[in-house]
């Protein structure tokens, strides 16, 4: 059974960084498109970056500054570094994939995603 598992996710002060995980189990990532995603509380779930298997990255304008997306194959594990946090950035974060090999496409942010992992909470403040 395929299982996405993300984690690093905590509570971290205006400025600082993070850097989620999402590790696969039952599947490999690397053939696959890979999309990171986040819900605030009270607000509507909304894309962060993709890693398409064709080895481009998608962004979402308001965070490809401070957003980086990167793969570990050996290790089966995506990653989201996130810098520069503000409390705007608190939010549950997830990883999503595929069960086909397709590239990210320009509606990423909104085309259904076949595999969720369970989310990782991320909090910013003081």
């Known amino acids: 059974q395929v299982q996405l598992v993300e984690s690093g996710g905590g509570l971290v002060q205006p400025g600082g960084s993070l850097r989620l995980a999402c590790a696969a189990s039952?599947?490999?990532?690397?053939?696959?498109?890979v999309a990171w995603f986040r819900q605030a509380p009270g607000k509507e779930r909304e894309g962060v970056l993709c890693?398409?298997?064709?080895?481009?990255?998608k962004y979402v304008d308001s965070m490809k500054e401070r957003f980086t997306g990167s793969r570990d194959v050996a290790k089966n594990t995506v990653y989201l570094q996130m810098n520069n946090l503000t409390p705007d950035d608190t939010a549950t974060y997830y990883c999503?994939?595929?069960?086909?090999?397709?590239?990210?496409?320009?509606?990423?942010?909104?085309?259904?995603?076949?595999?969720w992992g369970q989310g990782t909470q991320v909090t910013v403040s003081s």
């Open positions: 999503a994939t595929d069960n086909i090999p397709v590239i990210c496409g320009p509606s990423w942010t909104v085309r259904p995603w076949d595999y």
């Open positions: 890693l398409s298997r064709d080895g481009r990255t």
């Open positions: 039952e599947f490999t990532l690397d053939w696959y498109s």
